[in-house]
């Protein structure tokens, strides 16, 4: 059985920095894709950053590029996403994922919030 748990979210000042944690059970995690999807208040869930298995490739979504970072530990069972230069439109839910398709993964976590906002 996976679970996938976030944290790190709250409340910081628009510039801000911010750094989610996902910690990982199971052994499906370490052979397969991890991702942060986001869902901001009345808009549809998006893809944001996702590392593969080894964690030597990562992808980003345009919005968060150059200002994001994803990676995760030796172990391949926690990611982390390092927000930076935070602004009011990255205020969502942040999810952890994982699977073998990154835009579809079969695993989800509970979410964590992030407000931007002064």
């Known amino acids: 059985q996976v679970q996938l748990i976030e944290s790190g979210g709250g409340l910081v000042q628009p510039g801000g920095s911010l750094r989610l944690s996902c910690a990982a059970s199971?052994?499906?995690?370490?052979?397969?894709?991890m991702a942060w999807f986001r869902q901001a208040p009345g808009k549809e869930r998006e893809f944001v950053a996702s590392i593969s298995q080894t964690g030597g490739s990562s992808y980003y979504a345009d919005s968060v590029k150059g200002r994001f970072v994803v990676s995760r530990d030796n172990a391949k069972t926690t990611m982390y996403l390092q927000m930076n230069s935070l602004r009011p439109d990255d205020t969502a839910v942040y999810y952890c994922t994982t699977g073998r398709i990154v835009l579809n993964p079969e695993y989800w976590g509970q979410g964590t919030q992030v407000t931007v906002a002064s």
């Open positions: 199971g052994d499906f995690v370490k052979k397969n894709y």
